[in-house]
């Protein structure tokens, strides 16, 4: 079951997380939330996500999809060729 809460911005842009959210995380004053936005929603949580999750057949599709995109585009880079310039960059063995 989804519910479905409201708060307001400010014009800095912040908002206050509903007691009852605050309460079913365990999010405390001074806590960090962390914020994920997938291009259509967003969402909050009190811990921190796991980019490499995958949530279901039609998120991995995607990301599937997406992957190839990059590969074609040009936007993939060789592990070794990083690892090798992070390496000599930070003077590691």
């Known amino acids: 079951m989804v519910t479905m ?13 509903p007691k009852e959210v605050r309460t079913a995380l365990g ?11 997938d291009g259509r929603r967003a969402w909050v949580s009190a811990t921190p996500t796991d980019p490499l999750e995958v949530t279901g057949e039609e998120d991995f599709r995607i990301r599937l999809a ?25 003077n590691l063995a």
């Open 5 to 17: 809460m409201s708060t307001k911005l400010t014009k800095g842009g912040q908002t206050t997380v």
């Open 27 to 37: 999010i405390a004053d001074g806590a960090r939330v962390y914020w994920s936005f």
């Open 66 to 90: 997406e992957a190839k995109d990059d590969a074609a585009a040009g936007r993939v880079r060789d592990a070794r060729a990083v690892s090798a310039e992070l390496r000599a960059r930070y």
